[in-house]
């Protein structure tokens, strides 16, 4: 049975898939979720939710984050950003890798779209050689956004 993982405060949810295990993040203030533990596999795919109050336009947001990704994350590199629809509302997509600290080789895709002012961020996150068998389970979880109106 799927879960729930919604972000506190905004209402901001989404059904993470099949066994994946939602969290709180206290740190950040954004809810996650974390594919089963297997072992041997080091780094754990996840869905990461983020919501942020902004005054910025969308496009001034995104270049933003643009922006301030290559500073927060090794080797980044964006591998293709497109406008798109998400939850229904006018967003986008981004398609990234970077390497962590402990040296995994990670492939990231986002969805983001700003709704309200605040603006809200779907991440997952796996590492490179199993994003073609992670791609859909993300894309699966974010056709599942409910952004509150």
Known sequence: ?????????SGVRLVVPDGWEPAA??????????EPERPG???RASLVLTVESTPLSFRDWQVAADQVLPQLLADYLVLDLERLPVAGLPGGRRLARHVTAEGADVTMEQW?????????TLTGSVETLRYDQTADVFTAAASTLVVPA
């Open 112 to 120: 983001a779209v700003l709704a309200g002012g605040l603006g809200i």
């Open 1 to 9: 049975m799927s879960a729930l993982l919604e972000h506190a405060g």
């Open 41 to 43: 596999r080091g780094f």
């Open 25 to 34: 993040d206290g740190s950040t203030g954004a809810a996650l979720a974390l």
